[in-house]
């Protein structure tokens, strides 16, 4: 069975630009999460997805936003880049039913703004 | 409020040796769900364990125990007989089962290295 897929691997861009992640969830999966993990900022949790649905956000400002679509697979937008955006972008699924579910994660995008 | 403190920034251990990574929660809410994951460098979070509030059994997978204890908020994490590929950054992490917010609150990680 195929695990949470991320694309792309890599990416540079610069302050002001704009940036799409994307996502695939393990099939089966409703639900979709995004995580940053920025350097020496740990592993925060920026956005939840389920049945195309936002279901929750954490701290982070409105220009980083995001959308399901009807397979399930996800994307993230981040727009005005600023240099502390550069980070390791991770997207997770779940099965959802009460809560609590196991979390499945994907490699992860490096993203670099210069 | 909700919080995971892992106190151990960075451990060295020598091949076969056994190590323990603590891991302390807070939490108000009776409903909650604790998790290992494994971060090897390549950066992908490996799944490990879960484990909900109300099962405080001891759990053994091969060389990994996790020791699961309420009354000291703790849910601490064993490798035995360590081996190099266990190097790795491991995190707990902690969510909430009634009032589902689908976040899970990491710890700041404790970074292990297994030396040969």
């Known amino acids: 069975e195929a695990g949470v897929t991320q694309s792309p691997t890599h990416l540079i861009k610069t302050r002001g630009q704009q940036v799409t992640l994307r996502c695939s969830p393990i099939?089966?999966?409703?639900?979709v999460y995004w995580y940053q993990q920025a350097l020496g900022l740990g592993l925060q949790f920026l956005l939840w997805?389920?049945?195309?649905?936002?279901?929750n956000r954490g701290n982070f400002p409105p220009r980083f936003s995001g959308r399901q679509f009807p397979n399930y697979s996800s994307e993230l937008n981040v727009n005005a880049l600023e240099l502390e955006d550069s980070a390791l972008y991770l997207c997770?699924?779940?099965?959802?039913?009460?809560?609590?579910?196991?979390?499945?994660f994907g490699p992860g995008t490096r993203l670099l703004v210069l | 409020a909700q919080k995971v403190t892992q106190a151990q920034t960075e451990i060295s251990v020598v091949e076969k040796e056994d190590v323990t990574l603590d891991c302390v929660y807070e939490?108000?809410?009776?409903?909650?769900?604790l998790f290992w994951y494994k971060q090897p460098p390549s950066g992908e979070l490996v799944f490990l364990i879960r484990?909900?509030?109300?099962?405080?059994q001891n759990e053994i997978s091969g060389r990994y125990s996790w020791n699961f204890q309420k009354s000291t908020s703790s849910f601490n994490f064993t490798i035995t007989a360590s081996q190099v590929v266990d190097s790795a950054v491991y995190f707990c992490?902690?969510?909430?089962?009634?009032?589902?917010?689908?976040?899970?609150?990491f710890g700041q990680g404790t970074t292990l290295q297994v030396k040969p």
């Open positions: 997805y389920d049945e195309g649905e936002e279901r």
């Open positions: 484990r909900n509030s109300f099962d405080e």
């Open positions: 997770a699924s779940s099965l959802y039913k009460v809560g609590g579910e196991t979390q499945y």
């Open positions: 099939s089966g999966h409703t639900s």
């Open positions: 992490a902690l969510t909430l089962g009634s009032s589902n917010t689908g976040k899970l609150i």
């Open positions: 939490t108000r809410d009776t409903t909650y769900y």
